[in-house]
């Protein structure tokens, strides 16, 4: 079943029949229905950087059903960059295969952010399609990975899903509310910029999907400009009809305090000036934010530096070590 629109306002014709077309409920893809579907390996991937309180039993349960109840998902895998707590023990216990970012093509060395750990995920997984999850979530629930799934294993044309879902604040739910970062910079980038990705309800959602061949063949932006970059980039190299989002109910995870949301969103305004090519003269990499203190104003000014990873395919021992796979068993 597909989600509607009600049409309060005005709304482009072509988002509202991409939303009309593109939108799914979650709930309508049971494993064994999507078991039945299956072609090729499955990967699910968890960034990880000190998520001791919630990575085991994000894992634990994708394992429980997804890898042992159905075997609908060949791997979990779970990039490291780094953690100082438990997130490595807790993942392996709980099914995982942890890998530290720092050990995966070493000879590229290292870009700090996010974007990192996907990209090198694409290297170190082995599933035709690949689901990312944050490793953050609570009150977690395996439909957020059959929902990504679902399009990907029912719709040829679909190659790239996105997540929506509700957010639980103090005092009840957001419903349908995209964060402040999504409703004060990215919504408006994207309708201003590109419209026809308008429609997304998430469009930073950190919980989407990709068919490998899609994936490779996109640039990774390093911080957390990572999501807002692939939308864009997605739209270019496939199409708006390309791309689907799930609706999978809530999602509890820890709340930013403003000062990072003001960095998330300089981010993210660079990387918008990237995809629009304004690149001379340089944007400013720096923001200044201020804290209250004794007497006035204490300024703290931060490095706003966005860099981006070619595309997977295009790294040499990539290749190689893919060139060898039968088509199914991989990355083409």
């Known amino acids: 079943m597909k989600l509607s629109v009600r049409t309060v306002d005005r709304v482009r014709r072509d988002v509202h029949r991409w939303f009309e077309r593109r939108t799914y409920d979650g709930r309508d893809f049971s494993p064994v229905r999507l078991l039945a579907r299956k072609e090729g390996p499955i990967s699910v991937v968890l960034p990880a950087l000190n998520e001791a309180a ?31 707590d ?5 993942a392996t216990a709980a099914g995982a295969v942890v890998i530290p970012e720092e050990r995966i093509l070493p000879g590229h060395g290292r870009i700090a952010g996010k974007g990192e750990a996907l990209w090198k995920s694409l290297y170190a997984s082995s599933g035709d399609i690949v689901i990312f999850v944050d490793a953050d979530l609570e009150d977690f629930d395996t439909q957020v990975v059959t929902g990504l799934l679902g399009p990907l ?8 899903v996105k997540a929506s879902y509700d957010r639980p604040l103090a005092g009840g739910l957001l419903p349908g509310g995209g964060g402040r970062v999504t409703e004060l910079v990215a919504r408006p980038l994207l309708n201003m910029h590109w419209p026809a990705l308008a429609g997304l309800v998430q469009p930073l959602a950190g919980e989407f999907a990709g068919r490998r061949v899609l994936l490779e063949r996109l640039p990774f932006v390093s911080g957390y400009g990572v999501e807002f970059a692939q939308l864009v ?7 708006a009809d390309a791309i689907a989002q799930v609706e999978v109910g809530r999602k509890i995870h820890r709340h ?6 003001g960095r998330m969103a300089a981010e993210i305004i660079q990387t918008a000036w990237t995809r629009l090519g304004v690149h001379s003269p340089a944007p400013g990499q720096t923001l200044t934010q201020f804290r209250r203190c004794d007497g006035g104003f204490e300024p703290h000014t931060h490095r706003v530096e966005v860099r981006e990873r070619s595309p997977m395919i295009t790294i040499p021992e990539y290749a190689a070590r893919w060139a060898a796979r039968a088509p199914g068993d991989g990355p083409r």
């Not at 294993?153 to 790239?160: D, Q």
């Not at 980039?233 to 199409?239: E, K, N, R």
Request: no cysteine; glycine share 8%; hydrophobic share 45%.
């Open 153 to 160: 294993l029912t719709e040829r044309e679909v190659s790239y």
């Open 256 to 261: 930013q305090p403003d000062d990072a949301l």
């Open 233 to 239: 980039d997605v739209l270019s190299l496939a199409g």
């Open 54 to 84: 919630t990575v085991g039993t994000i894992v634990s349960a994708i394992h429980r059903d997804l890898v042992v109840g159905v075997p609908l998902v060949d791997e979990i895998i779970v990039i490291d960059p780094g953690s100082v």
């Open 86 to 90: 438990a997130t490595a023990s807790e």
